[in-house]
């Protein structure tokens, strides 16, 4: 079977078991495809080029299907509280993030642990992610061979559409927003090691671009900022 068909069988059981187009669901495990093909690169930041980790594929993901803000490092994403433990592969629903190792001491470098995000199965049952490692870059691979000893993770919260204009225009700016111009990203601090919280969301735009308020308010100087790129940080919900 050709990768197009499998990837065919797989989104069209999703939809038959009620994870329409529209869905977080749905919507998080199409932008995953985005990245097919990749190759593997290390990093705590989204780059540029055909280059992803797999803790960067899970997250980014996540964030411009439906715009859920996870963990960008592997373990954290282990460990983080906003993620429902799923007991099991049998109880997955597609866009799960399946952990490898059960800590980093269990890893085989005890530095970093392997994510991946689960599509769903074919029309054999045969359950199937896609993942990014160091010797094949993104791939499909079978969630038996996986192994997913280090647990199960949900971010995802509901299985509605999204049906407004809100949410819809809300979703096309996502991939505009940096990982580390997100709110409540932990950012560094070239001067030392700090990592302060990010209380805002920036919006990387083109230079010129009319930028107009979302609300009444104050306007303060840390709050709005338009460079040679264009950085606007505002709140930001759906």
Not at 36 to 51: H, I, M, N, P, Q
Not at 53 to 76: K, M, R, Y
Not at 168 to 186: C, H, I, Q, Y
Not at 221 to 231: D, E, M, P, T, V
């Amino acid at each position: 079977m050709n990768e197009q068909t499998l990837l065919d069988e797989i989104f069209a059981r999703m939809k038959s078991e009620g994870f329409a187009l529209g869905t977080e669901q749905y919507e998080i495990c199409r932008k995953s495809l985005d990245f097919l093909g990749f190759s593997y690169k290390r990093s705590e930041e989204l780059e540029y080029g055909a280059v992803v980790d797999c803790s960067t594929l899970t997250s980014q993901s996540h964030w411009e299907g439906a715009l859920i803000g996870i963990p960008f490092v592997a373990d954290n994403q282990r460990q983080a509280v906003s993620g429902k433990i799923i007991a099991s592969v049998d109880k997955m629903i597609p866009g799960d993030v399946l952990v490898k190792y059960p800590s980093l001491d269990a890893s085989p470098d005890k530095t970093w642990n392997h994510v991946g995000l689960y599509l769903g199965r074919d029309h054999s049952g045969e359950q199937w992610l896609i993942e990014s490692t160091s010797k094949t870059g993104v791939r499909l691979a079978k969630v038996a061979e996986f192994n997913a000893q280090g647990g199960i993770k949900r971010f995802s919260l509901t299985t509605e559409v999204f049906s407004t204009d809100a949410a819809r225009n809300a979703l096309t700016l996502a991939s505009m927003v940096p990982k580390f111009g997100r709110l409540g990203v932990r950012q560094y601090i070239k001067s030392g090691g700090e990592r302060p919280v990010h209380n805002g969301v920036d919006v990387y735009i083109q230079h010129g671009t009319p930028v107009f308020a979302t609300e009444g308010g104050k306007r303060y100087a840390n709050h709005l900022y338009l460079s040679k790129i264009g950085r606007l940080t505002l709140p930001f919900r759906l």
